[in-house]
T-cell receptor, first 116, second 108 residues
């Protein structure tokens, strides 16, 4: 078990370009979460999946943001027409489906996006 | 929505000192986690503790769910303990709601 992995670790892009980030969860975990963290703040929830189903997406920041998990394994987060305000750390986490009320989320190293 | 407040916001200590970090939350929760974010941004799981007390080496945590707070204790601080400590809670088994963090600096 290598933990949650994210690719790329860093991305620099120009305003208006599209970017896509990948997250590979811990292998037996069926839940996958995306968060965004700006400097000096705690992470902010964006969306999550159980297997391939996207259970919550109302917190995606705008219609420029979308996420997929087509086979219930890895996930991608796409930002279209990037803006300078999208510059942030994008974090992915995974967990097992809660047993009763209990579960624990584990985080990847993040993708740091800089929009010029 | 649920509010999560952490205190103090900043803490500067000498190596070897002990510290207590606090997390208050405004509603009953299903999940509470403590994390340490290192200078490279990696979030490291410290405790999954919706209630009760746990210990792991020099770190321990207590959550009193009925009074809606959790405490993280760090004993005999080391410089590698520096970083930001976050408390995060969840109501429904999905999204974590985060506090603003406590920035800890341990001086040698």
């Amino acid at each position: 078990d290598t933990g949650v992995s994210q690719d790329p670790r860093h991305k620099i892009t120009k305003r208006g370009q599209n970017v896509t980030f990948r997250c590979d969860p811990i292998s037996e975990h069926n839940r996958l979460y995306w968060y965004r963290q700006t400097l000096g703040q705690g992470p902010e929830f964006l969306t999550y999946f159980q297997n391939e189903a996207q259970l919550e997406k109302s917190r995606l920041l705008s219609d420029r943001f979308s996420a997929e998990r087509p086979k219930g394994s890895f996930s991608t987060l796409e930002i279209q027409r990037t803006e300078q305000g999208d510059s942030a750390m994008y974090l992915c986490a995974s967990s097992l489906e809660p047993l009763g009320t209990g579960y624990e989320q584990f985080f990847g190293p993040g993708t740091r996006l800089t929009v010029l | 929505g649920i509010q999560v407040e952490q205190s103090p916001p900043d803490l500067i200590l000498q190596e070897g000192a002990n510290s207590t970090l606090r997390c208050n939350f405004s509603d009953s929760v299903n999940n509470l986690q403590w994390f340490h974010q290192n200078p490279w941004g990696q979030l490291i799981n410290l405790f999954y503790i919706p209630s009760g007390t746990k210990q792991n080496g020099r770190l321990s945590a207590t959550t009193v769910a009925t009074e809606r707070y959790s405490l993280l204790y760090i004993s005999s601080s080391q410089t590698t303990d520096s970083g930001v400590y976050f408390c995060a809670v969840d109501l429904t088994g999905g999204q974590l709601i985060w506090g603003a963090g406590t920035k800890l600096i341990i001086k040698p």
